[in-house]
């Protein structure tokens, strides 16, 4: 039997493969907006890249550290990956007490023998921080990166915005980010607070910020009431702002209210009921002229 | 030494006449400039992240290389029945072994030379400085970690059967060395008993290919220190050394037909 010539044969072949694309462009599009458009990371990955959303946010806190972290071998209570440590100033250096604690969770321990003492001299063995200057960049990739593979985790929002708009002077970008978090996490007072910080902090607009702390401190309350136990801190952080932005819009009453609501929550309840005080002395006295 | 030098000429002929360098070389610097495309935050000079994946792109070339050109080279001799010819020229088998082993290396050295070369011309592009002592202290400790693989892997190749399981288990035990090399006597101690001995013993035993991983170190730009590396180099070429002595030993009592 002879094979047939190849112009055919080629024909044939084009034939087939333009059959193929048509019949495959339709399934790849549906493929790609499947699911509230989560795309094809979702429907490729499936749940397994919420543990790579998380390998990335533990990636961006090894950045953080300039390469330094100790594995699972070197400390059994290895500090958790805590969203808060990366977004704190450390300049406080050793009198800090948080960051004695942190060094200490963080620390490789005394060498053990010599191979691990002369080991130590190749790999980053000593406790540093990538918060100077515009080094801070390194670690938003990975961070942009586990926002993709998981918008859920309101960590990587909130870590990211903090290094854009505090130290790299990105605000819109910032803002941007927070919204596609607040997109995808419509209830998280977390990025709200953040979102009102940003419109307070870098855009001054404080009616906004008001605005926006008041809908993360509606959204606080409402997983308070639906038992999901969110952070005390964060109720207390929501009131003490918006105590600060009230009284600077002039509206003194609303001020003591939230710090009424305040003195529970907050670690030194003295200075709240002391700041109570002069407000109220400053209403009155402001009533009286 | 003629010999010597002669044997390891034709290995690094060989490598250049394969593919397998061109290949691997193709696929890291695509890889690295499709990364270098990607944009985050607007942000075109967060480098650590892209050198990364670049020197982890160029371990893994270097261990394929390493591994594939030395795992080939005895078995290929004997099989082709060239190995005769050879020593019948005269050659020693030990100067065959030193031959095969220095060609390889050279092989390996000149590999990394020009994938470590892109790395810097990329690193510079994008990071506007040369930490020139590091990126070349960088290199340098891979070779040195390639210099132990490869004697192990022509050791390996007169114990196994065929290139392929002697590469594949050569490959196996590195990867495993670099990433648990540093903590096995932690394993041991937790395992405890006769177990964690062997752990244990296993620790001080091994060569500790993981201090020669410096990619760390190049990339979140710590600043490694000659006068370690020099210190490491000799540990490594010590071991290379007794490695060869094995093969050597292997070889001298081998029967050549196959």
């Known amino acids: ?289 | 030494m003629n010999k010597v030098m002669a044997i390891a000429g034709v290995v690094v002929k060989e490598l250049m006449r394969r593919k397998d360098f061109y290949v691997l070389f193709v696929m890291t610097a695509l890889i690295a400039l499709l990364m270098l495309s990607i944009n985050f935050f607007n942000q075109d000079n967060a480098t650590r992240g892209i050198q990364e994946i670049c020197l982890l792109l160029i371990w893994i070339s270097g261990l394929v290389i390493g591994i594939g050109t030395a795992a080939r080279q005895i078995p290929a001799e004997r099989e082709n029945r060239t190995i005769f010819p050879l020593l019948a020229k005269p050659v020693t088998r030990g100067q065959f072994v030193l031959g095969k082993f220095l060609g390889c290396w050279l092989a390996c050295g000149a590999s990394l030379l020009v994938f470590h070369a892109s790395f810097w011309v990329l690193s510079a592009s994008r990071d506007h400085q040369w930490n020139v002592m590091n990126y070349f202290l960088g290199m340098w400790m891979q070779w040195m970690f390639l210099s132990v693989v490869i004697a192990m892997t022509l050791w390996g190749s007169l114990v196994f059967a065929a290139p392929s399981s002697n590469g594949t288990i050569i490959l196996v035990m590195v990867s495993g060395e670099l990433l648990l090399g540093r903590h096995l006597d932690q394993i041991g101690g937790n395992i405890g008993g006769w177990v964690g001995w062997l752990f244990y013993a296993t620790y001080f035993a091994v060569p500790h290919l993981e201090w020669f991983d410096v990619r760390e170190m190049v990339f979140q730009h710590h600043a490694l220190q000659l006068q370690y590396c020099a210190a490491a180099s000799v540990y490594a070429l010590a071991y290379a050394g007794m490695f060869l002595l094995a093969t050597w030993f292997s070889f001298r009592r081998k029967a050549l037909q196959t």
Request: hydrophobic letters at 35%; proline letters at 5%.
């Open chain 1, 1 to 289: 039997m002879s094979l047939p010539r190849p112009v055919i044969l080629g024909c044939l072949l084009l034939a087939v493969t333009f059959t193929l694309a048509t019949w495959m462009n339709p399934r790849c599009e549906a493929v790609t907006q499947h699911g509230d458009g989560d795309g094809l990371l979702k429907t490729v990955l499936g749940e397994s890249r919420r543990l790579f959303a998380n390998h990335f946010f533990v990636k961006a806190d090894v950045y953080f550290h300039s390469g330094y972290y100790p594995s699972i071998f070197d400390h059994a209570q290895r500090e958790r990956v805590d969203a808060h440590h990366m977004m704190e100033d450390h300049g406080g250096g050793k009198e800090d007490p948080d960051e004695e604690e942190h060094e200490k969770a963080m620390s490789l321990g005394k060498p053990r023998n010599w191979i691990d003492r002369f080991g130590r001299h190749f790999f980053p063995s000593t406790h540093s921080h990538l918060d100077k200057g515009d080094e801070t960049r390194e670690i938003l990739p990975w961070l942009r990166l586990s926002a993709e593979l998981d918008p859920t985790q309101v960590d990587t929002y909130i870590v990211a915005s903090y290094w854009l708009r505090r130290h790299m002077g990105r605000i819109a970008q910032a803002e941007q980010f927070l919204r596609e978090g607040l997109r995808a996490n419509p209830t998280s007072h977390e990025i709200l607070y953040e979102l009102g910080s940003l419109y307070y902090d870098n855009r001054h607009q404080p009616e906004r910020a008001r605005n926006l702390w008041e809908a993360a401190l509606r959204q606080w309350r409402a997983q308070d009431a639906a038992g999901k136990s969110p952070d005390p801190v964060a109720e207390d952080a929501i009131l003490a702002n918006l105590a600060k932005v009230e009284e600077e819009l002039g509206e003194k009453t609303k001020a003591i209210e939230y710090l009424k609501q305040e003195v529970n929550l907050s670690p030194s309840p003295e200075a709240v009921k002391s700041h109570i005080r002069d407000l109220e002395q400053a209403a009155k006295s402001g009533a009286v002229k």
